[in-house]
């Protein structure tokens, strides 16, 4: 694998620069990556950029420094208070974490990749970040950008990359970006937020929810294991047709999503009203210079959708964005406390929802630098055991994020077809299409669910029960033929059991045309006396020893059988009626 040297820039004793709360999302990855402790992170987001041209690596290494000196809340570690509450607790300064590598090829620069991302931050030591520069050949580089999902979200990746090459384009000199706006203008707003009003927005939205929608409603949702992938790129021409439509109906790419979601999860669960979970932006417009602010905005929220027979898939698709646009204000409210406005215990949802509308532009960080972007290679997991992250362009690509250990692969394959399939009906839904008839069967599953499934033509024998019994002891005499408890019983023992009861039944007048009443426990002995009654050519009547007295009276008198079979722990029940018993 090379060389290998790590540098770090030695400073003086750093002293505690600010203390900032926890947004409700920050909480939620604190108790994730406490949970298993063992396993590799996976809120470790990494974003690999291949880089052609002369780069000075030096200059690169100073721009890191400029950014982490730029952005106070890149400096911080978490720690818990002895109150028992969790805060960032922001460095005056940090060491800079900074390594370089030289490899012979691009498997040894993922195997660092690699190894660089399973690698687990200390949550309580700042900086929560590490850059690796790989050197891949002349001119060649592989630059890592590995940092905790606590530290920053998908929009302000880009922007942090933006930044950094453009302080590296004016050799690291924090000059040449505007002043930055300070994370900590975020927490100002968020604490001053209604929060009775919010409660009450998702308790009147959430009302009527009576159970959590769980696909796989028995596993450990909060275990780290690392997920699998399945990406797939939508065809162009499905793409552009599901915008036209969005745009004529004026719903979001985003709206046409979570409606195919929702449906897909109530094929899936025969439900009429699902849940899951749908990741927004956090971003409040009401923050002034918010578009540019680096840091950790997003919230995970449960999405509801209600499906109404007579309601028109577009017109699901509308009430669904106007719901959502109702909610808006109250985004900010975590997880917990939406849950607490529902009766339901446990999660809500084990699936997940991410529509990512920021791509990097790779143009964006190849001007005035001498430098190419030739690669992107991002990677971003989440700990839902299923989840979808769609990625909007020429063709919508679709990220299936899914726990192996959960979910096999042949399982995704039937999602994604059944998910494109639904996307398919939503692009080329009309005015009057209904919910009801968007379909999760593939044509293949169709014809196989009407045609091949429905092919149980058999010609079917004219012996009766009784002797294809006699036939299979005849067969297998020895093969146990019935168990009860702790007892077995061959087909011989058993045929000849009947034959016995047969010859005294038919002896007292059972055959043909007559009934024959079983009062009878489940036993052997009840196995026996059916037998026994279809051999003598009668038919039998079944009746519950745990019946009423009454009851059992009743139905005897009612069917007026020629006999009754009982035993010695059921023939009392039968004693007043006066009608003939047989006892097995």
Do not use: C
């Not at 978490?78 to 590598?101: C, I, Y």
């Not at 019994?469 to 061959?490: G, H, T």
Request: aromatic share 6%; no cysteine.
């Amino acid at each position: 694998m090379g060389d290998l040297t790590v540098e770090k820039t030695l400073r003086s004793k750093p002293r505690i620069e600010n203390v900032l709360p926890l947004t409700a999302l920050q909480e939620g990855l604190v108790f994730h990556a406490a949970y298993d402790d063992r396993a590799p992170d996976v809120y470790n987001v990494q974003l690999g950029i291949d880089l052609e041209g002369p780069l000075d690596a030096d200059v690169l290494r100073a721009a890191a420094e400029a950014l982490l000196d730029r952005h106070g809340n890149l400096r911080a570690g978490v720690r818990r208070r002895p109150q028992g509450d969790s805060v960032q607790v922001v460095q005056s300064h940090v060491v800079l974490p900074w390594t370089e590598a030289v490899v012979g090829n691009e498997a040894e620069a993922d195997a660092i990749a690699r190894a660089d991302r399973e690698r687990r931050f200390t949550l309580s030591t700042a900086p929560l970040l590490r850059f690796t520069l790989v050197r891949l050949g002349h001119n060649r580089h592989r630059f890592l950008f590995t940092t905790h999902h606590l530290l920053l979200d998908g929009w302000s990746m880009p922007l942090l990359m933006q930044e950094l090459f453009t302080l590296y384009g004016n050799h690291a000199d924090p000059r040449s970006l505007p002043p930055a706006t300070p994370y900590e203008n975020y927490f100002r707003w968020l604490t001053a937020q209604d929060t009775p009003t919010a409660e009450t927005a998702w308790r009147t939205a959430l009302t009527g929810l009576d159970e959590p929608t769980r696909l796989t409603p028995h596993a450990d949702s909060h275990a780290s294991v690392t997920p699998h992938h399945r990406v797939v790129a939508l065809p162009p021409e499905l793409t552009q047709t599901l915008t036209g439509q969005a745009r004529r109906h004026e719903l979001t790419l985003s709206t046409v999503v979570q409606v195919a979601w929702g449906l897909l999860l109530a094929g899936l669960t025969g439900r009429q009203d699902v849940v899951f979970g749908a990741t927004v932006s956090g971003r409040s417009p009401e923050i002034p210079g918010i578009e540019t602010m680096i840091g950790l905005f997003i919230n995970t929220l449960p999405v509801r959708v209600r499906l109404q027979p007579d309601e028109t898939l577009l017109n699901l698709a509308t009430r669904l964005q106007r719901e959502q646009a109702e909610l808006s204000a109250h985004q900010h409210l975590g997880m917990a406390d939406i849950q607490r406005q529902t009766d339901i215990t446990g999660e809500l949802f084990d699936t997940l929802v991410v529509f990512e509308n920021y791509p990097l532009d790779p143009e964006a960080l190849s001007e005035a630098h001498g430098l190419r972007v030739t690669g992107l290679h991002p990677h971003n997991d989440v700990h839902y055991p299923l989840a979808l992250i769609a990625l909007p362009g020429d063709r919508l690509t679709l990220d299936f994020t899914y726990r192996p250990d959960l979910y096999s692969e042949s399982d995704i394959d039937d999602l994604v077809k059944r998910f494109t399939r639904v996307l398919t009906s939503v692009a080329e839904a009309t005015p009057r299409l209904l919910t009801r008839d968007v379909g999760l069967l593939t044509p293949e599953e169709q014809r196989q669910a009407v045609t091949e499934f429905n092919d149980t033509a058999r010609e079917v024998t004219t012996a009766a029960v009784h002797e294809l019994f006699e036939e299979q002891a005849r067969r297998s005499p020895e093969a146990v033929a019935v168990v009860f408890e702790d007892e077995e019983v061959s087909y011989a023992r058993l045929n000849a059991s009947a034959d016995d009861l047969a010859r005294t039944l038919q002896s007292l007048g059972a055959g043909p045309e007559h009934l024959v009443a079983l009062l009878v426990p489940r036993s052997v002995e009840m196995v026996a006396s059916m037998l026994a009654v279809l051999k003598t050519g009668a038919a039998y009547l079944p009746i519950d020893p745990d019946y009423p007295r009454d009851r059992i009276a009743y139905m005897l008198d009612d069917a007026a059988p020629a006999l009754v079979v009982v035993t010695d722990a059921t023939q009392h029940l039968v004693e007043a009626t006066g009608r003939p018993r047989v006892l097995v």
